[in-house]
């Protein structure tokens, strides 16, 4: 399963980015330094970020069009505070929730067929974290060239930079603008990666905690059809296939653990992305459909969408697959060949025992928003029709504002 984790595009692009952002195990105190530089570098660019965007928020407050760019802005960063602030409350859970990941779910043997489940995961996961971060990377390359496009032809004085700033500093004159203009695009820079790389951790985990779900199922159903039945009066044999079973029973007791902690921590980050989530899909459609800008400007919001679009459904979908293969363990146990075990202590015990997995699993292990509701892709449907309604809302204000 090392071949695993290194063939993994997926967990590849994740760790290097997580490692980034300063959220990640370090080996040494030299990993450890690093991992701080990291998390202060990336602190101080999303307060940078936080401080340009509410000062132009306050210059621009009376005009609509303008205010609704930066609210977009500032709504990003709001979810990316979130996140930071919370995941480094629970630092020390989130960092035990990586690394049971690694030695449990990556660094395991498996079967044949086992290894088939694990194939499926690292597909679903390269599927949607290469998705996401494309868009995300391309929605900050374009904030970054659209004021070097917009600056071609105009002379020292009327330079723009990608965000304003409300100094009364030359700022368009050299070499203030330049210095000022790589400041910015360092913050943009660490602020895009800390939006995207939590969510892309986070889908990894829930998809492969449902993995790990689907073997338990697969180690349940076989764990008497690997044997002959007819060897099943044999008692050392059946105490055999006893221990086996206690292995699987703990094995279901660790992973509802797990998805309890990944609840604890992930919660009212989940919690806050969705209600986030409708309100900026609301603001980008408007940046869209909406507000008359420059191809540039019109191109990066598309990127935008596309990229919030794709990072709901990764979110919605990894977390809804978490709770089905959850509960689809009570099928596991139900479809096992309890019926030819022989009617002894031993016997009655494994049934007993399969009976107990059955009740337990009618609770599905969930991912909650702050424990309002669980989410599933019901969820995804619900947002998205939520920031319909807003968007016409916003829609009519603007056409208000433009008849006055």
Known sequence: MLNHKRKDISIILTTFFMKFTGFWLAVNPKEQFRRRIAFYYNVGAVSFAVYVEITDFIYSRNNFTE????????????????????????RTKFMYLIQYMQNQFWNSDYQHDENIIIETCRKQCTYFVCSFIFFALGTVFGYMITPIIENIGKNETDRILPFTMW?????????YFEIMFV??????????????????LLCIMNIHTAGQFRILQNRLIKIYQENDIRNYNHINHLEDVYNRFKEL????????????????????????????FSILICLVGYEIF??????IRRAVFIFYIIGTMTQLMMFTYSCNILTEESM??????????????????IGKLLRKGLFIIIIRAQKPCVLSAGG?????????????????????????????????
């Open 290 to 295: 909406i507000v008359s800008k420059t191809p």
């Open 328 to 345: 689809n363990i009570a099928v596991a146990a139900y479809s096992s060949s309890w019926t030819s075990m022989p009617i002894n202590k």
């Open 183 to 200: 400041i910015q695009i360092l913050s943009l820079y660490g602020v895009g990666i800390c939006y995207f790389c939590f969510d892309c």
């Open 67 to 90: 205010a609704i760019y930066i609210l977009c802005n500032t709504m990003t960063l709001v979810m990316v505070l979130t996140k930071m602030l919370i995941l480094t409350l629970h």
């Open 167 to 175: 100094i009364d500093f030359p700022f368009s004159m050299s070499p």
């Open 372 to 404: 309002f509701f669980s989410v599933s892709l019901e969820t995804y449907t619900a947002v998205i029709s939520t920031a319909m309604s807003y968007f016409t809302l916003l829609r009519q204000r603007s056409l208000e504002v433009i008849g006055v």
């Open 249 to 276: 029973v703990i094995q279901h007791q660790m992973l509802i653990k797990y998805s309890k902690d990944l609840n604890h921590v992930f919660t009212f980050i989940t919690l806050g992305q969705v209600l986030i």
